[in-house]
């Protein structure tokens, strides 16, 4: 068969592009690799930036962290949905922008499961309860005895959809009235929360951890089944009067969809290996995280056993879009 001139142009072109894109694959990385952080400067970001730091040893680039917080994590998930699928912009993905939203926006202007290509899970994060070091309280039971005789009265912080759930689940679960406040990030909450302006929080270990060991911050309970190694003497709230008590974050690698599965095997395998570090694992747990890699072929099965869990949980908490 004789091809005319423009059909063998656009073979040709179409050859060309194909072996472009397979020395691309085969080069990558070739430039600096960029994780988007969706919230706030002194959470999430403190994983990537840890992970990241072995991960640019194993290929031979740099891995910079980038927080551009908004919209519980909307604002970063959207541009990152948006962007070419080579591997060189990526995003710190937790339950907040790949689960939790769908339930809490009506406009989400992305789609956490066709929009993204799973990496990674890279860890699960309980919560805990704490309160303000002057409230007369020392147990759970304390707290929701004193919650109980003050309805209304008693206000707390949110910086994200997990504390904001599992502090719902608190609240319908114990039987209180309480007064949300939310906030762009936890650390700004935290910081209303030491000043006084707040009474209690349900939220991430590593954020309050210094405060519990200084003695402003009293912790009454984990929002886990399982205790934490680092901090064992904080009891899970399920065993103390709230047996239907379970709720764990997460956080996550994601690429844009269509990211080829070359790439991905690749990014999977440097942050596998970062994250099976003796040292990560130690530091994650200092931090109240439990470090836990899955296939990227798992963590795809995981997002969307998520999204469902997240369905019960924000229906159960008597949360709406707005």
């Known amino acids: 068969m004789t ?50 730091e072995h991960v640019g040893k194993s290929l031979g680039q740099p891995v910079i962290v980038e927080t551009r917080p908004g919209g519980q994590g909307t604002v970063a998930s959207r541009a990152i949905a948006k962007t070419k699928p080579d591997g060189y912009t990526l995003l710190l993905g937790t339950n907040s922008t790949h ?13 956490p499961v066709k929009d993204f290509t799973p990496v ?20 759970l039971d304390d707290f929701i005895q004193y919650a109980k005789a003050r309805p209304g009265k008693l206000s707390y912080g949110t910086g994200n959809t997990g504390s904001l759930v599992a502090a719902q689940m608190l609240k319908t679960q114990a039987g209180i009235d309480a007064v949300g406040v939310n906030y762009p990030g936890s650390a700004q909450a935290v910081n209303d929360f030491v000043a ?9 270990p590593m954020i309050v951890k210094s ?7 009293r912790a009454l309970g984990l929002t886990s089944k399982q205790r934490l190694s680092t901090f064992p003497a904080i009891v899970p709230m399920a ?3 709230l047996p239907n008590f379970e709720y764990e974050s997460w956080i996550g690698l994601f690429g844009p969809a269509g990211m080829p599965p070359e790439i991905t095997a690749r990014l999977h395998a440097a942050f596998a290996k970062a994250l099976a570090e003796p040292t990560t694992v130690k530091f994650l747990a200092d931090m109240g995280m439990v470090a836990s890699g899955t296939s990227s072929t798992e963590f795809a099965a995981y997002l969307k056993d998520q999204i469902r869990f997240w369905g019960r949980v924000s229906k159960d908490a008597g949360l709406t879009p707005s």
């Open 239 to 241: 065993q103390q009067g």
């Open 211 to 217: 405060f519990i060991q200084a003695g402003k911050l």
């Open 3 to 52: 091809l005319n001139r423009r059909e063998f142009l656009l073979a040709t072109s179409a050859a060309l592009a194909l072996g472009s894109t397979a020395r691309a694959q085969s080069d990558y990385p070739n430039k600096p690799i960029r994780i988007i952080a969706p919230f706030a400067p002194g959470s999430s970001d403190v994983i990537a930036r840890r992970l990241g």
């Open 120 to 139: 990674m899970r890279f860890t699960v994060n309980p919560l805990v309860l704490v309160v303000n070091a002057e409230m007369p309280v020392r147990t």
């Open 99 to 111: 689960a939790a939203s769908l339930y809490l926006f009506k406009e989400l202007g992305y789609d």
């Open 196 to 204: 006084g302006r707040l009474d209690f929080m349900v939220t991430d």
